[in-house]
């Protein structure tokens, strides 16, 4: 089974605070203000149980720099096609809205997907959860909160970092 394809289930006592959405995006570069996004990934845990997965290449509108192609695995050529965050911002809000975004180095993310709203004159807000604050709440001991870090103590498996 593909590492992305494993079953995932959130404890119900999770699923009675409300839902989650798990997001992931890649980036042509780390400032939120000057960078664009290139990808976003999204699981939606459903107060039901029930789960959506939503990806999508994201055409940033400009050259994806070779140090963070390289990084990232995505192209310029990849994205070309791709359509620009305007195209898929409804269905993205939907996947988001009324959930907990959820995300390692969540400000890193949520700092994106709300750039690019306002690049499209929308407004996006949502509560937060990141993952390596809680990590370094749970865990004060540990000297890792990374990703690696993460899988590793929860033996989660192989995963890939990008993407």
């Known amino acids: 089974m593909h590492p992305s394809r494993q079953p995932l289930a959130l404890p119900s006592e999770l699923l009675a605070l409300g839902e989650f959405a798990f997001i992931d995006v890649e980036t042509t570069g780390g400032n939120p203000l000057a960078d664009r996004v290139t990808e976003i990934a999204v699981i939606r ?11 999508s290449l994201i055409n940033p509108s400009v050259s994806i720099p070779p140090a963070i192609q390289t990084l990232t ?5 990849m994205v070309r096609d791709a359509p620009e965050f305007f195209g898929v911002r409804e269905e993205l809000r939907a996947l988001l809205d009324g959930a907990v975004f959820v995300a390692h180095n969540a400000r ?4 994106f997907i709300k750039n690019e709203f306002r690049r499209v004159q929308e407004q996006f807000s949502a509560d937060l959860l990141c993952t390596v604050r809680l990590s370094r709440r749970l865990y004060p001991t540990e000297r890792g909160h990374g990703l ?12 890939e970092r990008h993407r």
Request: without cysteine; charged residues 20%; hydrophobic residues 35%.
């Open 45 to 55: 845990f459903h107060a039901d149980g029930r789960q959506t997965r939503w990806q």
């Open 73 to 77: 695995g995505i192209s310029n050529a």
């Open 148 to 159: 690696d870090a993460l899988v590793s103590r929860h033996r989660l498996g192989h995963f």
């Open 108 to 111: 890193f993310d949520y700092g």
